[in-house]
T-cell receptor
């Protein structure tokens, strides 16, 4: 089945540094990727939607200069948390949609990346 | 903006019981609704996807219903097992974009 790989699965960084999280579709072309954030004991919140080759569309309240999203190819999207601060510590999950090998629409979630900013 | 509420927030049951998880959402203009399972510190596992034109979907011991007009969905788990212990998330969607509830944390006691 369709698989989405997210890397790294966890990362610890110092305040002020930037962190990049990758989301790859392994066996299908992901025309659209979604990035979610989940704070402890809270629901997942959609941060942004990105279509391959286009600028990402951010949800209200999400700083686009803070959370840089790049979707340069049909198999890779990246989320860069710039100048990370402790309040950015969260669980980040991507999902990818596109057409699988059989031609059917697929939507698959990554396993998530836990970011801890010291 | 879509608001999703899940009741109860937490549930603890003895093994073997049948149980119902409830989900309500404010915007009925959805294309589909998906139920997910999330284990602690892990990503999401899709359980059932119901299209807006459907009333229910079944997979093994799981049955999900959808009443789109009233903004409600339920997830029924039959003969619960300890391995069912997890957080269950309801997510109404507009195509491939989903909005999540805060989940129901389920504990099945052996």
């Amino acid at each position: 089945g369709a698989v989405v790989s997210q890397h790294p699965s966890w990362v610890i960084c110092k305040s002020g540094t930037s962190v990049k999280i990758e989301c790859r579709s392994l066996d299908f072309q992901a025309t659209t990727m979604f990035w979610y954030r989940q704070f402890p004991k809270q629901s997942l919140m959609l941060m942004a939607t990105s279509n391959e080759g286009s600028k990402a569309t951010y949800e209200q309240g999400v700083e686009k200069d803070k959370f840089l999203i790049n979707h340069a190819s049909l198999t890779l999207s990246t989320l860069t948390v710039t100048s990370a601060h402790p309040e950015d510590s969260s669980f980040y999950i991507c999902s990818a949609s596109g057409r699988g090998l059989t031609g059917a629409n697929v939507l698959t979630f990554g396993a998530g990346s836990r970011l801890t900013v010291l | 903006k879509q608001e999703v509420t899940q009741i109860p927030a937490a549930l603890s049951v003895p093994e073997g019981e049948n149980l119902v998880l409830n989900c309500s959402f404010t915007d009925s203009a959805i294309y589909n609704l998906q139920w997910f399972r999330q284990d602690p510190g892990k990503g999401l596992t899709s359980l059932l996807l119901i299209q807006s034109s459907q009333r229910e979907q079944t997979s093994g011991r799981l049955n999900a219903s959808l009443d789109k007009s009233s903004g409600r969905s339920t997830l029924y788990i039959a003969a619960s097992q300890p391995g069912d212990s997890a957080t269950y998330l309801c997510a109404p969607g507009t195509g491939n974009q989903f909005y999540f509830g805060t989940g129901t944390s389920l504990t099945v006691i052996p």
